[in-house]
């Protein structure tokens, strides 16, 4: 069984600071990995992904996570935090389970972004 | 595009009372899922449908039926409600295809049973 543990349920950053939100995964087999990014009172949407392939992976608004299998880490990074990125990441793990791909999210992270 | 349509959008309950959450997609997407979120535990899948005539339990199917009327609907079911199924629902849909891996989601059903 596949699960996800992210690190700090709350971050708060400065306007302009580094954004480091962590996400650590367990899989039996190779996984794919996401970032999922929930703004208020809206349904999630895909930030990032991690397939195959490089490692260092680029999603929308900025931001990157890096998929180190040593680590069994997928940590999201933004250089410089901008107000609107203020919102609930979610990390997630799919794996095949029956008859369709599932996904596995982590209990999120809430980052604010002081002025 | 509308994408995935969830209605309503709040519902209050009576414990003991039922009620069919709604869902449906324009996107032609083969396979769709029901989430519930609460406070410190992310998303939890509920009951996934692969394809039109199949549905599977998720992590926490108890208390819930669902249906998946055609390719476009897939509904919720909460015979008798309870207040540990206040939450927030969400739906979303899947594109065919091992390599496309994005979950699309409707913007959510705010439940509270009293």
């Known amino acids: 069984a596949q699960s996800v543990t992210q690190l700090g349920s709350h971050v708060s950053v400065s306007e302009g600071a580094l954004v480091l939100l962590r996400c650590n995964y367990s899989?039996?087999?190779?996984?794919?990995l996401f970032w999922y990014v929930q703004y208020p009172n809206q349904g999630l949407q895909l930030l990032l992904k991690y397939t195959t392939g490089a490692t260092l992976v680029k999603g929308i608004n900025g931001f990157e996570a890096e998929f180190k299998k040593s680590e069994t880490s997928f940590h999201l990074t933004k250089p410089s935090a901008h107000m609107s990125d203020a919102a609930e990441y979610f990390c997630?793990?799919?794996?095949?389970?029956?008859?369709?791909?599932?996904?596995?999210f982590g209990s999120g992270t809430q980052l604010t972004v002081l002025p | 595009n509308a994408g995935v349509t969830q209605t309503p959008k709040f519902q209050v309950l009576k414990t003991g009372q039922s009620m069919t959450l709604q869902c449906a997609q324009d996107m032609n997407h083969n396979s769709m899922y029901w989430y519930r979120q609460d406070p410190g535990m992310g998303l939890r899948l509920i009951y996934y449908?692969?394809?039109?005539?199949?549905?599977d339990k998720g992590e926490v199917p108890n208390g819930y039926n669902v249906s998946r009327l055609n390719k476009r609907e897939f509904s919720l079911r909460l015979e008798s409600a309870a207040p540990s199924q206040t939450s927030v629902y969400f739906c979303?849909?899947?594109?065919?295809?091992?390599?496309?891996?994005?979950?699309?989601f409707g913007s959510g059903t705010q439940l509270s049973v009293l």
């Open positions: 997630a793990v799919s794996v095949s389970s029956g008859s369709a791909r599932q996904l596995t």
């Open positions: 449908s692969a394809s039109e005539g199949t549905t």
């Open positions: 899989s039996s087999v190779p996984p794919y």
């Open positions: 979303a849909s899947r594109p065919t295809g091992e390599s496309n891996e994005k979950l699309f």
